[in-house]
Nanobody
């Protein structure tokens, strides 16, 4: 079992920045990769950034150049630094962990609201 706890969401003006954190606990040695997804009401959850245990990263085109995913192995935490935020970035953001056996775990979600 893996537990994920997100923090750092909130309200920010367009052009501002936020940093989301996702703290993992439990059987973290089984984690293969982690990622950040976001979901708007009535829409599918979208992968926006991922990081492998080896440190390889990938990003959705919609946030490339503005968001950065990083990990701190000592703190078992993954971050999403979000800069140059736009109103269309308003969503609930979820942390995700995929284990080597392909089991998937989700955090509870954190709301990000960008005002124009």
């Amino acid at each position: 079992q893996v537990q994920l706890v997100e923090s750092g969401g909130g309200l920010v003006q367009a052009g501002g920045s936020l940093r989301l954190s996702c703290a993992a606990s439990g059987r973290i040695f089984r984690i293969k990769s982690m990622g950040w997804y976001r979901q708007a009401p009535g829409k599918q959850r979208e992968l926006i950034a991922g990081i492998s245990r080896g440190g390889s990263t990938n990003y959705a085109d919609s946030i490339k150049g503005r968001f950065t995913i990083s990990g701190d192995n000592a703190k078992n935490t993954v971050y999403l630094q979000m800069n140059s935020l736009k109103p269309e970035d308003t969503d609930v953001y979820y942390c995700n962990a995929v284990l080597y056996n392909w089991d998937t775990y989700w955090g509870q979600g954190t709301q990000v609201t960008v005002s124009s």
